[in-house]
């Protein structure tokens, strides 16, 4: 528009300009210095989290540089050849987080390699003796064959562990094979790369073993622990807030927060409890591979028992996400009805938790304490809340409309006239029962839904048709705390479960007897 009278010169910064301004805080490169900034925060808060894995990292380095010196320095390299590559590819492949894991690759590595070793020499000598034309269709055969077994083998499923075992016949095999019908000498080539796949196995055994050795058992130990922590701190932290929560501040609740709850970081560990089933089952197949070592210094130890506790604890950890899920539900009981059973409730939740604590504890120590008191406790305040349940039930069903209580949802009474000196203090009169008391509290104190009927009640302008449904509405809100509580009893029953397989564990793992 330059040019006219009366237009607006606008001009456009372009890019580089505005990232070139001083003092805006836009320099060019600004942002890739943040990002960059911001990334290596992220790396140290995950090396913080578990400095083995930095442990984990160097150690591969290590090992794939002593390796690497035998092709660096003449001396071993004329002796070795170039078979030696096989030595680095055997270490990065095989060396795993964990010694038993580094076990278990290395065996199904080692056998792997000698199986295919010895087909591969079988196979070679056969297609050498049937002449020079078949033999590249020999060969050919062989490896269609061999493809096929391996792979269909590996996905039977109590073969499944030995997965990479099939693996590495295939590839070994098919290496050896063609190399061997290029080179003239199978047996030669074959020999020459299981010296090569052995040093890089043995090295990669030792640096995991002596260097700062990182051992599932161990892991699979401490796993276990925390998951009973994380139980218990979610089981107390779902009752405080239920009965701490009068209704006033809840947000909004919608799809996009749900599992989301900053306030509550017990629950995440809950919630990841219940994802442990892969993680134990994995670190329990890797510590099978391990030699005794640290506290458990005997052979044969009963890593599938930590599998099975992991598995009734989940089996509780269940009962906790429901609680959670009561807690966080739309429709609430009222907050009058739920401190009337606080010191109940409070009390199973405690005494169920310090049982759970107890039971991580002799895991943690590895010591045989009796549960029996504990148990009888948890079990008393259980037996104590049903009751009280069961002693005041009316007021979960007061809202219910019966034959013999009259209902808000039957015909209103009209007021009664003053001038024709009906007096409401008669005899006729009947002063306002204790029920009709509560219901009137409960629809008054943060009940869902949270409606003030009484004006409408007074004016006897309430609509029949909604009356009913409203009572419903009530009655299923009242009746949420008694949801709350049967979970809570659940959880206490299946406790019994969970203490047995700790028991069981505690005797097979030979842990030190103590008196409670």
Not at 203 to 231: C, M, T, Y
Not at 325 to 330: A, I, P, Q, T, Y
Not at 354 to 376: A, C, N, P, Q
Request: charge should be neutral; aromatic fraction near 10%.
């Amino acid at each position: 528009m330059k040019g006219k009278k009366g237009s607006i010169q606008i001009d456009i910064p372009s890019a580089t300009k505005s990232n070139k301004q001083p003092g805006s805080g836009k320099e060019f490169g600004y942002g890739d210095a943040f990002s960059c900034k911001a990334w290596l925060w992220s790396v140290w808060e995950f090396c913080k989290e578990d400095s083995n894995r930095v442990i984990f990292a160097l150690k591969v380095g290590l090992a794939v540089l002593l390796v690497s010196l035998l092709i660096l320095l003449r001396a071993p390299y004329e002796i070795f050849g170039t078979n030696i590559i096989w030595s680095i590819l055997t270490v990065a492949i095989m060396f795993e987080y964990t010694v038993g894991a580094t076990f278990n690759r290395g065996f199904n590595r080692a056998l792997g390699s000698l199986l295919a070793g010895i087909l591969a020499v079988v196979v070679g000598q056969l297609a050498l003796c049937a002449g020079r034309v078949a033999e590249p269709f020999i060969i050919g055969i062989s490896i269609f064959l061999v493809g096929t077994v391996t792979s269909f083998m590996k996905l039977w499923p109590s073969l499944v562990p030995y997965e990479y075992g099939f693996r590495v016949i295939l590839f070994t095999f098919c290496l050896i094979i063609v190399s061997g019908y290029r080179m003239g000498s199978p047996i030669r080539t074959a020999m020459g790369r299981l010296y090569s796949i052995a040093i890089g196995g043995f090295v990669a055994v030792i640096v995991n073993v002596l260097v700062h050795p990182i051992w599932a058992g161990e892991q699979l130990h401490r796993e276990l622990v925390k998951s009973f922590d994380s139980v218990a701190d979610s089981l107390e932290e779902c009752v405080k807030k239920y009965l701490e929560d009068d209704g006033s501040d809840h947000p909004e609740f919608s799809k996009t927060v749900m599992d989301e709850f900053p306030d509550e970081p017990a629950y995440r560990k809950c919630r990841a409890t219940l994802n442990s089933s892969a993680k134990l089952d994995s670190l329990a197949n890797s510590a099978k591979w391990e030699p005794p070592h640290g506290r458990f210094r005997h052979f044969f130890y009963p890593w599938s028992e930590y599998v099975k506790v992991g598995a009734v604890l989940r089996y509780c950890a269940y009962e906790v996400m429901a609680l959670h899920g009561v807690l966080h539900s739309e429709i609430q009981a009222p907050y009058n009805l739920r401190i009337a059973f606080r010191s109940e409730i409070q009390d199973v939740a405690n005494q169920a938790a310090e049982l759970v604590r107890s039971l991580g504890k002799d895991i943690s120590s590895m010591k045989k304490t009796l549960k029996t008191s504990l148990l009888k406790r948890v079990h008393s305040s259980a037996e104590k809340l049903q009751g009280a349940m069961d002693l005041h039930s009316y007021l979960l069903t007061s809202h219910i409309d019966t034959p013999e209580k009259p209902s808000i949802s039957k015909p209103l009474n009209p007021k009664p006239d003053e001038s024709s000196g009906e007096q409401t203090s008669g005899p006729a009169a009947q002063p306002e029962t204790y029920h009709e008391m509560m219901r009137r509290q409960s629809r008054r104190l943060y009940s869902w839904p949270s409606r003030e009927v009484d004006a409408f009640e007074e004016e006897g302008v309430l609509n029949m048709d909604f009356l009913p449904r409203m009572n419903a509405l009530e009655s299923t809100a009242s009746l949420s705390l008694a949801t709350f509580t049967s979970l809570l009893i659940e959880f206490v029953a299946r406790l019994d479960h969970l203490v047995e397989a700790v028991e069981e564990l505690s005797k097979m793992a030979k842990f030190k007897s103590e008196a409670l």
